[in-house]
């Protein structure tokens, strides 16, 4: 009985060990940006802690390649007015960029493979699907391209001048919370 105890004891403070070092080094931050590295190596921007006005995704944050923006991760950012993507993105979760309210324009590198924008909207790069629609973007009318069939959650949250939208004939899917 007496070397059970000890087994669990050496056991749970094992354990303990390997989860102190896994949530400090699964979590990080540089600069205004705190992130954590995927299973492949790469980054995912959890969120942004500054207050500038453009935002420029990096590339690569300590040497590894910025790959993802995850859910909520400039949710409230109430300052930005521009975020520029990088090439490197592969994956925007939905809701990475609501409740930003001064949100004018989005601009994604020529040479990433995954996203697009067009008229400051940010589509995936096939432009079927809706990610972003920046809330202070002016013009009170948007027609939706043909080639939209989804539109993400919370895509168009506090379009403040936004008044009406036409639907693309091909949309398919309209995620909740997308208004």
Known sequence: MKFMKKSLSVVLCLISVVMI?????????????????LPDGTVA?????????????????????VT??????????????????SKNIKSIADGAFSNC???KSIEVSNDNASFSVKDNVLFDK????IICYPAKKSGSSYEMPDSV?????NAFSKCCFLESVDLSENLKKLSAFSF
């Open 21 to 37: 070092f896994y949530f400090t080094s699964a979590a990080s931050n540089v600069d205004d940006f705190a992130y954590s590295t």
């Open 45 to 65: 921007i959890t969120k942004y802690k500054g207050n500038d006005k453009v935002i420029a995704i990096p590339d690569t944050i300590e040497g590894r390649s």
């Open 68 to 85: 993802a923006i995850d859910f909520m991760a400039f949710s409230s950012c109430f300052n930005v007015e521009k975020i520029e993507i």
């Open 101 to 103: 309210i001064s949100l």
């Open 126 to 129: 096939n432009m079927t699907q």
């Open 149 to 153: 069939e989804s539109i993400n959650k």
